[in-house]
């Protein structure tokens, strides 16, 4: 289980940063509309997460045998990362819920 969280943050920390700014551009939207929009949202976030992954996901496929070498499968590694950023901007999501209710 650590080799996967540690080969995930390797191969997703570009991508970690493309999704960072994504989630930040969604609570700010989030807040400035004060919960009117807020349908379009988890649908932004999840079609920029998919093109976002497909990209760091290209960029990376030179780099690929190094994880097949320790045993992980591409599908293993997008998995892991895309559960690592949803579950992350739906944790934000939630507290700025809180927050604003």
Not at 77 to 96: K, P, Q
């Amino acid at each position: 289980m650590l080799k996967l969280i540690r080969a995930s943050w390797i191969y997703g920390k570009g991508f970690f940063m493309f999704a960072g700014i994504i989630s930040c551009w969604t609570y700010y939207y989030c807040y400035t509309t004060d919960l009117e929009s807020v349908t379009g949202i988890p649908l932004f976030k999840l079609i920029t997460t998919g093109i976002g992954l497909y990209i760091h996901h290209k960029r990376k496929q030179q780099e690929m045998y190094f994880y097949r070498n320790i045993g992980l499968t591409p599908k293993s590694l997008i998995t892991s990362v895309l559960i690592a950023d949803v579950g992350s901007w739906l944790i934000g999501l939630i507290v700025l819920m809180n927050i604003l209710l």
